[in-house]
């Protein structure tokens, strides 16, 4: 028999050879997902850096399953979907010349058309809210006024201030017998959905879901960190709201973060695009639920305005975006604006971390002389982001780009204006996590009007900035720039 060393000798060998073999298979994992070349770079080298804590890691968040049960869900409800899809164009496009008007920004405008399957939407009346007091008083108001359902789908739900003012509303509808659900990310508004208030808003018969549960046994089947980063109200499938506000009260929301009161914007939609954002509220909750879809079976009353005017003649593509639908689509809109721009690009967003090509696509814009102006907060919640950021400025700022940090409070605004004719608005960050990861709402509007309006709130928050100076930001301590460097590797992940 082997000598007791030399057993031992063996079984590290053999620990060893299959080491290196299960580092090596989620190498050849990595490489054949083909991945962006910054994210599967991202990868290898936290496997290098953490070969166990890094294949754990990859096996948590490096794969986009969103488990069996979701797509099992999604391919029933495919059929419904589809018959959607095709009555909706019916309804809004009863005379094919309609579809040969186009808005100045074709790129833009194709790419969505062609791209996503939710058609641009004519004839809608869009209302910019961008005050605390004047979004919960006019969104109070609308839940109020409901007829038949209140539908709210939001990342972070945290009661006080003015949310419970705003759940007050919603019970006094739900006891008059409107149908009030509430679909929210099992992360974002984890303390609430097990708090007292949840349980009271339950108990009155309001239906709480949580949206892309997370657990001990989950991790093995799905990825964790896939999150519903939506914020919607749909009333009486007539009216909705989007945006970039949470349901917390800026007053009382991270106060300890010391960032200053977080900023946000909402638009107000009456029209057919309030309904197809009540159809991206559907399949959520019948993704989470299993429910069936019957409300899409339903013919969709369409009543065009007998004398449309600017303030209520907007087309918009409502853009729903995340794992489980195309993912490049965003991110192809996000270039497509940036190329096609010509006189002006202004961009607010809380989180900048973007890839390459968008990188690109800002300096280019700048480069051939479109006025490309960047809105960013000065202090962020998020370290990370903050230094991986920051990486980016020398580029931007030596290709002419206008960087401004916004000095009076977290903005969290998330809006790219082109030429002051074509918005993109509403619930994506310029990172990747936004553009690649999470369930995400977009809308993309064509409209001078609204431009303008939209252009107003943009030069308000440059009013409120400070400008970024290329030659002071080069002096920049060495410390600074390594934390940069180092944060930039992982941005892919971030």
């Known amino acids: 028999m082997p000598s007791e060393p030399t057993s031992l000798a063996l079984l590290s060998t053999f620990a060893g050879i299959g080491y290196i073999a299960m580092i090596a298979a989620f190498i050849l994992v990595i490489v054949m997902k083909r991945r962006p070349v910054g994210v599967s770079l991202s990868w290898l080298l936290l496997l290098f850096v953490l070969p166990v804590g890094g294949i754990v890691l990859f096996l948590m968040f490096g794969t986009h399953r969103l488990g069996n049960k979701r797509v099992k869900r999604a391919e029933a409800f495919a059929p419904t979907y589809n018959e959607w899809f095709n009555h909706l164009k019916q309804v809004l496009f009863p005379d094919p010349e309609k579809l040969l008007e186009r808005p100045r920004h074709n790129r833009v405008y194709n790419l969505t058309e062609h791209t996503t399957r939710i058609p641009a939407l004519p004839e809608n009346s869009l209302s910019l809210f961008h005050e605390t007091d004047s979004i919960f008083q006019a969104l109070i108001h609308d839940i109020e006024q409901a007829q038949e359902t209140v539908h709210l789908e939001f990342y972070i739900c945290e009661a006080g201030g003015r949310i419970d003012e705003l759940l007050s509303a919603l019970e006094r ?154 993912r490049k689509l965003i991110h192809q809109v996000l270039l497509a604006a940036a190329y096609e721009s010509q006189q002006e690009l202004i961009i607010s967003t809380p989180y900048f971390v973007p890839d390459e090509a968008l990188v690109t696509a800002l300096c280019s814009a700048a480069n051939r002389g479109v006025r490309v102006t960047l809105v960013v907060p000065e202090k962020n919640d998020s370290r990370m982001v903050h230094f991986a950021s920051r990486s980016y400025y020398s580029d931007l700022l030596n290709a002419g780009i206008n960087l401004m940090h916004f000095t009076a409070g977290l903005l969290h605004t998330k809006c790219v204006l082109v030429d002051r004719e074509t918005v993109l608005f509403g619930t994506v960050n310029l990172d990747m996590r936004s553009v690649w990861l999470n369930f995400e709402l977009t809308l993309i509007v064509y409209d001078q009007s609204f431009g303008q309006h939209i252009a107003t709130l943009m030069e308000d928050y440059i009013s409120r900035s400070e400008p970024v100076n290329k030659n002071e930001f080069a002096r920049r301590p060495f410390t600074s720039k390594l934390s940069e460097n180092i944060a930039q590797l992982f941005s892919p992940l971030l």
């Open 173 to 326: 509808v739900n006891d008059r017998g409107v149908s009030c659900k509430m679909l929210l990310d099992a992360v974002g508004s984890s303390q609430f959905l097990k708090s007292s208030d949840a349980m009271r808003l339950k108990a009155s018969g309001i239906k709480i879901r949580s949206s892309l549960h997370v657990g001990p046994l989950r991790m093995l089947l799905e990825r964790i960190d896939l999150r519903n980063h939506r914020k919607m109200v749909i009333i009486d499938d007539d009216i909705a709201w989007t945006g970039s506000s949470n349901l917390a009260d800026p007053a009382l929301f991270k106060q300890s973060a010391g960032v200053g009161q977080w900023i946000d914007a909402m638009v107000r939609i009456q029209g057919p695009a309030a309904h197809a954002t009540g159809a991206v509220f559907l399949s959520d909750w019948a993704m989470e639920t299993g429910e069936d879809l019957q409300v899409y079976r339903q013919p969709y009353q369409y009543q065009p305005q007998c004398s449309p005017t600017p303030e209520n003649n907007a087309p918009v593509h409502v853009v729903p975006s995340g794992p489980g639908v195309d």
